[in-house]
């Protein structure tokens, strides 16, 4: 997490991309769309759950996404309903903050250790925690007896070098195990991956080379936590894929907000992607994502091929090309003399392409507008370097955006893609 004055750069993105470069040893009245599925109300069933953009937990957030999830003991009824989760669909997988768990989950074992992980965001920050196992409620669906993630939950001596330096910058991160570093109780992962870093997390340690970043490590009482090897049902799951049923994808729908913003937002989560009434593609336009969850964008003639839509990244993150002014107080987002109206072309793997108009509006204005009461930002951006633009959050209002998740069946054909 940056931090820079009153400006937060948030990008919670998962190590999937970034774990993948390390190991090939490279280590607004809300957003307009030509192509885009109507935002109708979505009708309400068990696999529908409310959603809301506020100032989160600690209340300092600004485009943070929340929801409730309710996590118990395997097999039983001691379960904890914990709000303030945040919603990221550039990540895999369920991670809670240990000083807002209060049930006794039990730890996942790989013969006879604890397992631990480290996950490191493409913002400098990471999340050390004990994995642990539960059965995970969100509304009326249920994943049961899947490895979750405690942050927080080991001394601060026990984190691995490896995790506590940036795999691609070499700078150390910082360590977001508490609401005020977090801005929320927890990470609901709910990206286009089954497993945390799938078949890219390694199978042996034999072949790595030193110093590379590993995510999973096993942990005994007698000494240091060890780097390990994953099966893929070790890993974090994103919990929607153990669903029993609505299992192949996910659904947000935000309203369109004013170019101003607004205090908060309110909308629908809804899983499964054609697989009842209330979830139906329409006439959505399908992007298709190569194996790292990509694609590409097409923005002032440069294409980026590592661009993903992220609902985890409070503002619109790309390449500053067009020489837009940056703010005074944090250079990392932009501060035009007035709102920009500009557009990109998004492609897929399928061939397919779609046009995305969007807006970028003067943050500091935005931060200060309402008496900078307003959580809710359509037209918040800022820089982020190549290959890569990242729709965040903004991306969402006035939309609905489907993720659907790699190697499961939908309408469309099977998984990863995102359709709005």
């Known amino acids: 997490m940056i931090r820079i004055g009153v400006f937060m750069k948030r990008a919670f993105v998962c190590a999937?991309?970034?774990?993948?470069?390390?190991?090939?040893?490279?280590?607004?009245?809300?957003?307009?769309?030509?192509?885009?599925?109507?935002?109708?109300?979505?009708?309400?069933?068990?696999?529908?759950?409310?959603?809301?953009?506020?100032?989160?937990?600690?209340?300092?957030?600004?485009?943070?996404?929340?929801?409730?999830?309710?996590?118990?003991?395997?097999?039983?009824?001691?379960?904890?309903?914990?709000?303030?989760?945040l919603v990221d669909t550039g990540s895999q997988g369920l991670r809670l903050l240990n000083s807002v768990l209060t049930v006794p989950l039990p730890n996942e074992t790989i013969g006879g250790n604890d397992v631990a992980e480290c996950v490191q965001y493409v913002d400098g920050s990471f999340n050390w925690g004990s994995v642990r196992m539960a059965d995970v409620h969100i509304g009326g669906e249920q994943a049961n007896s899947i490895p979750v993630q405690i942050a927080g939950d080991l001394a601060a001596?026990?984190?691995?070098?490896?995790?506590?330096?940036?795999?691609?910058?070499?700078?150390?991160?910082?360590?977001?195990?508490?609401?005020?570093?977090?801005?929320?109780?927890?990470?609901?992962?709910?990206?286009?991956?089954?497993?945390?870093?799938?078949?890219?997390?390694?199978?042996?340690?034999?072949?790595?080379?030193?110093?590379?970043?590993v995510p999973y490590y096993t942990c005994s009482t007698n000494g240091p936590c060890q780097p390990a090897a994953v099966t893929l049902g070790q890993q974090l799951q994103n919990p929607v894929w153990k669903f029993s049923g609505d299992n192949n994808g996910v659904i947000i729908q935000l309203p369109a907000i004013s170019d101003t913003g607004a205090p908060s937002a309110s909308g629908s989560l809804v899983f499964g992607i054609g697989t009842q009434s209330n979830n139906e593609l329409g006439s959505a336009s399908v992007v298709q994502l190569d194996d790292t969850g990509s694609f590409t964008t097409t923005f002032n003639n440069q294409s980026y091929d590592q661009s993903f839509i992220d609902s985890g990244s409070n503002g619109l993150y790309f390449p500053n090309v067009t020489n837009i002014a940056t703010c005074s107080s944090n250079a990392d987002f932009y501060c035009p003399a007035s709102t920009l109206t500009l557009s990109a072309t998004n492609s897929g793997t399928n061939g397919g392409s779609n046009n995305v108009t969007f807006k970028v509006a003067n943050a500091q204005?935005?931060?200060?507008?309402?008496?900078?009461?307003?959580?809710?930002?359509?037209?918040?951006?800022?820089?982020?370097?190549?290959?890569?633009?990242?729709?965040?959050?903004?991306?969402?209002?006035?939309?609905?955006?489907?993720?659907?998740?790699?190697?499961?069946?939908?309408?469309?054909?099977?998984?990863?893609?995102?359709?709005?």
């Open 16 to 85: 999937l991309s970034l774990l993948m470069l390390v190991l090939a040893g490279a280590c607004g009245s809300g957003s307009s769309n030509s192509s885009s599925s109507t935002n109708n109300p979505v009708t309400p069933g068990a696999n529908v759950v409310p959603i809301t953009v506020n100032a989160g937990p600690a209340g300092t957030s600004t485009n943070g996404l929340f929801v409730s999830v309710t996590v118990c003991v395997p097999g039983t009824s001691n379960c904890q309903t914990i709000d303030n989760i």
């Open 157 to 213: 001596s026990t984190v691995p070098s490896n995790c506590s330096v940036n795999a691609t910058t070499g700078e150390s991160g910082t360590e977001v195990d508490t609401v005020q570093s977090l801005l929320a109780n927890g990470v609901l992962g709910l990206g286009p991956f089954r497993e945390d870093c799938g078949t890219i997390c390694p199978s042996s340690l034999s072949s790595l080379p030193s110093g590379v970043y």
């Open 365 to 420: 204005v935005l931060f200060s507008s309402n008496n900078g009461s307003n959580t809710a930002l359509s037209d918040l951006a800022g820089t982020n370097p190549p290959p890569s633009f990242d729709w965040g959050l903004p991306f969402f209002f006035g939309r609905t955006v489907f993720t659907a998740i790699d190697g499961q069946s939908t309408p469309a054909g099977t998984g990863p893609y995102f359709a709005y």
